[in-house]
């Protein structure tokens, strides 16, 4: 992927979709479908493009990111936005964040057993990012 000038990604339906995440990663803006996944990981006119799911907007897309200046413009933003969004020292402060919240009584005070079962559950998050990252990442 890092040798591509641009990556397509046109499913239509996707859930989310590692493909556009690990092409961002590499440096490589994406050209993907406006719907599903692609919102979530797609920076419309900054990482890449999302378009409606049709040739033509396929095709102009694909005409705005040849210029050089743009294309290098979206693939250092690209690769920036996927390292940091996307990276396992996000996802765990987004679940710590949200594991402190759930366990905080009605007085704003942390249940006894909370830092069980923070503990427990970034431990479980850990292994599966590990993996993960093992899997995809560089």
């Known amino acids: 992927i890092n040798a591509e000038y641009m990556g397509l990604y046109t499913p239509g339906e996707e859930h989310f979709g590692i493909a556009p ?3 961002m990663l590499c440096g490589t803006p994406v050209v993907a479908v406006d719907n599903g996944g692609p919102r979530e990981s797609v920076l419309n006119q900054k990482t890449g493009l999302l378009v409606a799911n049709t040739p033509e907007d396929f095709a102009n897309a694909v005409k705005v990111i040849l ?7 979206m693939a250092k933003a ?3 936005h996927a390292r940091t969004t996307f990276s396992a020292e996000h996802f765990g402060e987004l679940l710590e964040a949200h594991l402190v919240r759930v366990t905080r009584n009605r007085k704003g005070q942390h249940s006894t057993s909370w830092k069980v079962i923070v503990g427990i559950l970034l431990l479980s998050v850990a292994a599966v990012v590990g993996a993960f990252m093992a899997r995809y990442m560089i």
């Open 78 to 80: 690209a690769e920036i």
């Open 67 to 73: 210029d050089p200046n743009r294309r290098r413009t």
């Open 21 to 23: 995440v690990e092409a």
